[in-house]
């Protein structure tokens, strides 16, 4: 079975600086998407960033990237630069190819930036 | 705007009672899903369709129920015999299910129990 892993409950960054979010997952299979979402005190979830498990470099946003080991299994988020308007809930998720794509959340990291 | 809406925002509930969430998406989305969010917890799936009049059971369906006859409209039941409703509600949407697009979310209505 697929599965995500968070191990992070929460993280502090002070403004401007960077942070790195860890995931990992758990799958034999060979084709995969990797997603992260943010979520605000308000509760919606907001896309930030995917890769795919055959593409070769990491993917970026903006302020986000996206470090991609494969044979490690993880798929850290990195938010270069924060602002206090990052402090949020961030959930990495998973989707697979085979069959209905369903995605499997983690459990997600909460990070508070401080001015 | 496109986007997903979800009302109510806040609901609540007498035990023993069914509710229904509204969901609604004028993305032209074929598929559409329901997601249950618990303190400290990920999303986890309760059903999803991919197309008008089908739909079909995900990880915590017990409980629960759906109607997809409109492309725009997924609502969702919860029954009395969903044992601990209390939770946040997201439903999602996405263009189709055969690649990796990513599911926009609707901003989610929160059910309590009284």
């Known amino acids: 079975a697929q599965k995500i892993t968070q191990t992070q409950p929460g993280m502090f960054v002070q403004e401007k600086e960077a942070v790195t979010l860890d995931c990992t997952y758990d799958t034999s299979d060979q084709s995969y998407g990797l997603f992260w979402y943010k979520q605000p005190s308000s509760g919606e979830m907001i896309f930030l960033i995917y890769q795919g498990s055959y593409d070769e470099q990491n993917a970026t946003e903006g302020r986000y990237s996206l470090n991609f080991q494969k044979a490690r299994k993880s798929a850290n988020l990195v938010i270069s630069a924060s602002q206090l308007g990052d402090s949020a809930m961030y959930f990495c998720a998973m989707i697979m190819a085979r069959g209905f794509q369903k995605l499997v959340f983690g459990t997600g990291t909460r990070l508070l930036v401080s001015p | 705007d496109g986007g997903i809406t979800q009302s109510p925002k806040y609901l609540f509930r007498k035990e023993g009672q069914n509710v229904t969430l509204s969901c609604e998406q004028n993305?032209?989305?074929?598929?559409m899903y329901w997601y249950r969010q618990d303190p400290g917890q990920g999303l986890r799936l309760i059903y999803y369709s991919q197309i008008v009049n089908d739909f079909q059971k995900g990880d915590i369906a017990e409980g629960y129920s759906v109607s997809r006859e409109k492309k725009e409209s997924f609502p969702l039941t919860v029954t009395s015999a969903q044992k601990n409703p209390t939770a946040f509600y997201l439903c999602a949407s996405s263009i189709r299910t055969s690649e990796y697009n990513e599911q926009f979310f609707g901003p989610g209505t929160r059910l309590t129990v009284l």
């Open positions: 993305l032209n989305h074929d598929a």
